[in-house]
């Protein structure tokens, strides 16, 4: 270990750096630093300086990070939260804490699982800050960075099933918040709804599809190709709410969530139908990274929101089966 190069890096600087890198905003860093816009100015100044490199350049939108900076920052990161780890007790308070979370969600958890649990969050921990993004491909490798600390999609039950469509990598911990099951949408008045219901029925509309996960394909389809069927895709889309929208204009037929399908169709005046064969349950799943384990702000967050699910659907549960 060389400690007379460690002794030239100052800590709050890593520090500065790590909020520039998150708001990538002088202004906002600043106010979350408790310093003057000048301060930090200065203290990018001396970062420039020690890493021989411009770390950002000025654009109209803020500060846009060069390769070097974005290269630093998951390394930065983990070091900070190794350093926060030595030097805090195991006890962590969301009444003063001040964290930044950052989310990785697919898109229909937004209306079926952060109700849950947002208010309850942002009562007890009226400071901190949850940052969230779109669920995608690289989701488990910017946990594995620390870019990540909590994701939540979709994962099917059987370990089999799972295979085909979402199996974390190593490292990857996880734990069920909600099982649903797969329902049709069409708009009213729709053909199929005066036709008799079954599988070549439903394997005769064209469909339209939602990409999740980066992949084309569903569970459904893979259940499909053992039978040698396949749906007739006519579109595919980024989002499911694009295309539960684009249904109310089209014939084209929509394949979602349980859920997320009794809500749109209540906003959007469109029909929800029951698959013609049953499909195993699926369950959104909070993944996290198994290096966040003892982290208690992380541990505090990642409870929270488990319980907090499983008493709603336990609620949910108890009201079906009077």
Request: one cysteine or more; charged letters at 20%; aromatic letters at 8%.
């Amino acid at each position: 270990m060389n400690l007379n190069h460690l002794l030239r890096y100052d800590l709050n600087l890593l520090i500065c750096l790590h909020i520039l890198l998150d708001e990538c905003n002088v202004t906002r860093a600043a106010q979350r630093l408790h310093l003057s816009q000048s301060a930090v100015s200065k203290n990018l100044a001396k970062l420039r300086e020690q890493f021989d490199d411009p770390l950002f350049n000025r654009t109209s939108r803020g500060l846009h990070p060069t390769a070097k900076a974005l290269s630093l920052k998951p390394a930065l990161k983990a070091l900070l939260n190794h350093i926060e780890g030595l030097t805090i007790s195991d006890a962590f308070n969301p009444a003063t804490s001040d964290r930044r979370f950052h989310f990785a969600l697919v898109e229909s958890a937004y209306p079926l699982l952060l109700p849950r649990f947002l208010g309850e969050i942002l009562d007890a921990a009226p400071s901190i800050t949850l940052d969230t993004e779109a669920w995608g491909s690289g989701t488990f490798n910017a946990m594995a960075r620390g870019e990540v600390d909590f994701g939540i999609t979709g994962k099917d039950l059987n370990p089999a099933d799972a295979m085909l469509t979402l199996m974390p990598p190593k490292g990857i911990v996880y734990e069920e918040l909600y099982q649903d099951h797969q329902k049709v949408i069409v708009r009213q008045g729709h053909p199929l709804l005066s036709k008799h219901w079954n599988m070549e029925s439903y394997l005769k509309q064209r469909h339209i599809q939602v990409r999740c996960d980066g992949s084309d394909r569903w569970l459904l389809d893979y259940k499909l190709a053992e039978r040698g069927l396949e749906r007739d895709i006519a579109m595919y889309v980024p989002d499911f709410n694009s295309a539960a929208s684009l249904c109310t204009h089209t014939d084209l037929v929509f394949t979602a969530p349980s859920h997320f399908a009794n809500a749109v169709a209540k906003q959007l005046d469109l029909v929800v139908t029951s698959l013609p064969e049953p499909l195993p349950p699926m369950a959104y799943t909070l993944f996290w990274h198994q290096s966040q384990e003892s982290d208690p702000g992380h541990r505090w967050l990642r409870q929270l929101i488990i319980s907090r699910c499983r008493y709603m659907t336990e609620i949910a549960a108890a009201d079906e089966n009077r």
